[in-house]
């Protein structure tokens, strides 16, 4: 009972100072914190713990999935680094991880709902799923279940072959989850794009269930 409650305090605690972090800008930081608080509420669970404060790197192995959550995540990272011809280096993981956290706080803002990272959505047997899917976040409304992907685009050069590749695998997702969503509710997948260099995403054309926006940044 003591330790739940202190489990509650310190929660509040990092929930308060990484508000204040995404208040002043620090995205990176203050998404630091909420991973601080996914290993508090996972201790008991928790394998390893590494804190590099030369670099700021930030390691945690959970005995359950959280670990390859967030392996999954950095994957897909490295491979949106990779796609617009950039390093995979520190502060390139900081500014991406920057731009999505900037991003999905604008949609929760819009959508004035709760949104969620991290969280797998699995099709099949819970124990063997069949196909996987974490997006960036999620938030769900009374009629409707969204899926927020989001790419950053340094040149509006890399534009296409980003939305090419991005829209077939969303469209997999889509005809896989879409089916199971109930009759009041439908499947909506955005897929935001998001440069500082001016985008035409009217020139695309997407799947059924699949919103194109473009936000500047």
Partial sequence: MLKNLIKIILGAVFILFASFLFYKTEYGYGTFLLFGLLVLFKIDELTNLALNLKNGQFNANFQNSNEKTIE????????EISENKLPITKNNYILFQNIESKIL????????????????????????????????????????LYFFEIKYILKP???????KQTTEYLKTIYDTFSPSMGKDKKLIIKLLLASGQEIDASKFSV???????????
Wanted: charged share 30%.
């Fill in 207 to 217: 799947p059924t269930g699949i919103e194109l926006e473009f936000i500047k940044i």
């Fill in 105 to 144: 706080a604008e949609q929760q803002k819009k959508y004035n709902a709760e949104l969620k990272t991290l969280v797998h959505f699995m099709y099949g047997q819970p124990d063997k799923p069949k196909f996987m899917y974490t997006p960036d976040g999620s938030l769900q409304t009374d009629n409707a």
């Fill in 72 to 79: 999954e995540k950095v994957k897909k990272l490295d491979k």
């Fill in 157 to 163: 050069e890399f534009a296409e072959n980003i939305v």
